[in-house]
């Protein structure tokens, strides 16, 4: 699969699995986009995306300090794509929040994720040109 969406681009990771996020992270590095975190706590991704110029994210659904529905909705507010990695599935509220939300459970290849998430940032390009 070609990579020319994520290459170059800046993707959040949000999980408390540190084992796993860096599996991720160095998976997207490996397509040479850039990563931002990994991010433990909804509260430190909040802070990081403030400002910050990314493409998406790939996100668990339970981080240390809780759910991460207030950083997804920051995340749909700016209308970036979000890939959700989760051993637990999509709860409720997130849901009824993104009806359509793709969910990958845990154990997944980091590649799943990022191609998925390739696809998504392709199809948000297409859509606004």
Known sequence: MTYRHI??????????????????ALALEDREARVLGPCARVSEALQMIEGADIAGAILDVDLIDGPVTPLAQAL??????????????????????IPNAEVFLKPTEPERLIDKLNQMISSRMQASS
């Open 76 to 97: 749909i507010a700016k209308g970036l794509p979000i890939v959700f990695c989760t051993g637990v599935g999509l709860p409720a509220e997130l849901k009824a929040l």
């Open 7 to 24: 290459k170059g681009a800046t993707v959040l990771v949000a999980e408390d699995n540190m084992l796993v996020a860096l599996n991720i």
